[in-house]
């Protein structure tokens, strides 16, 4: 059965006549009446009497008419539905982050650019990097916020991926205090212990970066890789309890540095050999998206824009700038 059928038939209750009830369907009687006549075969037995004028339903027909009502009713409700929810889609910004972004970065960076505009609905999925960028690359997020740094490579590719940095932060290495309030575990130079170590899996952005960095610098002190989690979360937590040294974002552990219940590691105090900074990057894909997705963009870029200069920027030419440096970055 085809659905118009069903048209056809309120059509014809409507009218009581063939001809008129064509014209109103834009069809020509003959057409009209071959449909209506499909859709008695369908049902099996006679809808409408014609030997009367007007034409009027048979009592087959009028138990049918209340199915009919209902169901073009339905399917009219339900195409509404479906232009509802692809308008709600088109305007929501799908974000991915990752679990420490989520936690620290992504609240206040998200404040600042809504007192620049509105932004609509939005929605995030909180992972570790790894599944962010599938899920980027499966096209169900627009954007991807995560820690970045230029000796580690991401797996979203420049030629399909663009990308602008929006933030800066460190990653420290600490520990817990002993019991007269001295880093438990130290880093220092020549030293013959071996520390234990909680590392990131390679799952986390972080485990990349610092992978990547050792690879380039390797460090002085020998380390024992005790534990191992891609949550930033979980190694707070577990340096906090003396377990060993992490490298750790500083706007994970700000609070724990602040209460001393987390301390910085190297030695000397101040030695920045043990830190690494690292940015804080948008990612978002090369084609087009919907036209919320690209207002956002470029109101995260002129914010980017603005945080680095002295003075407002000039929205085109400089987003335009942006987004080539960062492209060289990706």
């Not at 009209?32 to 048979?58: H, K, N, Y």
């Not at 534990?227 to 609070?255: K, M, N, Q």
């Amino acid at each position: 059965m085809e659905l118009s059928w069903l048209d056809d038939f309120l059509a014809l209750v409507d009218c009581g006549n063939f001809s008129r009830a064509a014209d109103m369907r834009h069809l020509t009687q003959p057409a009209f009446s071959r449909r209506i006549r499909a859709l008695e075969d369908w049902a099996g037995t006679p809808l409408f009497d014609r030997s009367a004028q007007p034409v009027t339903l048979t009592e087959a027909g009028r138990r049918f008419r209340p199915f009919a009502d209902e169901t073009v009713r339905r399917l009219l409700q339900g195409r509404e539905e479906a232009r509802l929810a692809a308008q709600s889609e088109a305007a929501t910004l799908r974000f991915a982050a990752t679990h420490a972004l989520s936690l620290t970065f992504f609240p206040s960076w998200l404040r600042a650019l809504e007192a620049r505009a509105r932004l609509g609905a939005i929605t995030l999925s909180s992972d570790s990097l790894e599944a962010c960028e599938r899920l980027m690359l499966a096209g169900q997020a627009q954007f991807l916020l995560c820690h970045a740094h230029p000796a580690a490579a991401g797996r979203l590719d420049a030629e399909s991926f663009r990308s602008v940095v929006v933030g800066g932060d460190r990653l420290l290495a600490v520990t817990a205090p002993d019991a007269g309030g001295r880093p438990r575990h130290l880093l220092a130079d020549g030293q013959d212990t071996t520390l234990p170590h909680l590392s990131y899996s390679r799952e986390s952005g972080m485990g990349r970066i610092l992978e990547a960095v050792r690879a380039a610098q390797p460090l002085p002190t020998a380390l024992d890789t005790v534990f191992t989690s891609h949550l930033a979360a979980v190694l707070r937590t577990l340096a906090r309890d003396g377990r060993g040294v992490a490298w750790l974002p500083e706007s994970l552990i700000a609070e724990d540095l602040a209460r001393g219940t987390l301390l910085r590691a190297g030695v000397p105090s101040g030695d920045e050999r043990w830190t690494v900074p690292v940015q804080i990057r948008l990612v978002r894909p090369r084609a087009r998206q919907s036209k919320a997705a690209e207002s956002f963009w470029t109101l995260a870029v002129e914010a980017a824009l603005w945080r680095n200069a002295e003075s407002p920027p000039e929205p085109a030419a400089q987003v335009a700038g942006a987004e080539s440096t960062a492209e060289k970055e990706l």
